[in-house]
């Protein structure tokens, strides 16, 4: 069951979690990407965004 809760500019999120990896935004033409692993391709991800 995925459960996620934002309050008070503090986020969590419940849900089964396989790895966490830290990337940079890349520039790709008027776009961006997020490199991964090989082996996270077709998955479903959370994209969070940092100050």
């Known amino acids: 069951m995925r459960k996620l809760n934002l309050e008070n500019g503090k986020f969590h999120l419940e849900d ?11 520039k790709i033409g008027n776009g961006a990407m997020i490199l991964s692993a090989k082996k996270y391709i077709g998955r479903k991800v959370y994209v969070l965004i940092r100050k």
């Open 16 to 26: 089964e979690i396989e790895a966490v990896v830290e990337g940079e935004v890349k």
